[in-house]
Nanobody, 120 residues
Framework: QVQLVESGGGLVQAGGSLRLSCVAS????????MAWYRRALGQQRELVAT???????NYADSSKGRFTISRDNAKNTVYLQMNSLKPEDTARYYC??????????????WGQGIQVTVSS
């Protein structure tokens, strides 16, 4: 079992910055990679950024150049630094952790989500 808790969301003006945090607890040694997703009102959930155990990162086109995903293993925490925020970034952001094992299967864990609202 893995538990994920997000924090750091809120209201910010367009062009501003926000830093989201996700603290993992439980069987954290089983986590192979982590990611941030978001879901805007009336829209489907979309991937924002991913990070693997060795620190390799990947970003959605809409996030590239503005967002940065990072992790602090000592604190069991993953961060999403969001700069140059736009109203289109307004959504509920979710922390995700994945565990992959050859014979056991794939397991996904989710946080409760945290709201980010960007005003124009």
């Amino acid at each position: 079992q893995v538990q994920l808790v997000e924090s750091g969301g809120g209201l910010v003006q367009a062009g501003g910055s926000l830093r989201l945090s996700c603290v993992a607890s439980g069987s954290i040694l089983s986590i192979n990679g982590m990611a941030w997703y978001r879901r805007a009102l009336g829209q489907q959930r979309e991937l924002v950024a991913t990070i693997t155990s060795d620190g390799s990162t990947n970003y959605a086109d809409s996030s590239k150049g503005r967002f940065t995903i990072s992790r602090d293993n000592a604190k069991n925490t993953v961060y999403l630094q969001m700069n140059s925020l736009k109203p289109e970034d307004t959504a509920r952001y979710y922390c995700n952790a994945i565990s992959v094992r050859t014979y056991t299967g794939v397991f996904n864990y989710w946080g409760q989500g945290i709201q980010v609202t960007v005003s124009s």
